[in-house]
């Protein structure tokens, strides 16, 4: 799993075409959204995420937790993005694995939003800036490589 987090004065989406033949089924109202104050978390989620998807769940929610402390953000953007590697997780076990991080998040008590998988989206972002504004993790279950 490959993150991008940008901490933001806002993040806005507006879902234009599928980008995937099955896109995840979405309403009217989801086709735009936008939080301010926010840790956007841009996610591609890699095939060595297959092996062990749950542990990974646990340990970006970790990393996560700990960079919103650092940056006091308590509003989370989750963020589908397949630009960040070139390993990428089929899609159904990709959108499993933000669903099951979106729900991680809630019941560690953030504000969270997802934007709809497997689509092409126009987006603002206001980074705000500052030293922790720009930062990239990598997760990997164990036993694997970071390649
Ligand atoms: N392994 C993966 N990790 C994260 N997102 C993934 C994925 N496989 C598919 N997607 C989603 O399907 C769209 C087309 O790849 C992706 N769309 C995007 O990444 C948009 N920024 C438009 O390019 C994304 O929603």
Redesign the pocket.
Known sequence: MRMLLIHSDYLEYEVKDK??KS?EPISEEQKKGRLEEVLAVF????KADETNPEEVVEKAVAEIKDVASQVKADRIFV?????L?SE????D???KV?QRIEERLREEGFEVKR???????A?RLSCKGHPLAELSRTIVPSGEAVS
Do not use: D, T
């Not at 990428?88 to 899609?91: E, M, T």
């Open positions: 980008a995937l896109p996610m591609s989620v890699e963020y589908p993005f397949a630009h590697s990428l997780a089929k899609p076990v990709a959108l933000l934007a709809p998988f497997g689509y092409y989206k987006f």
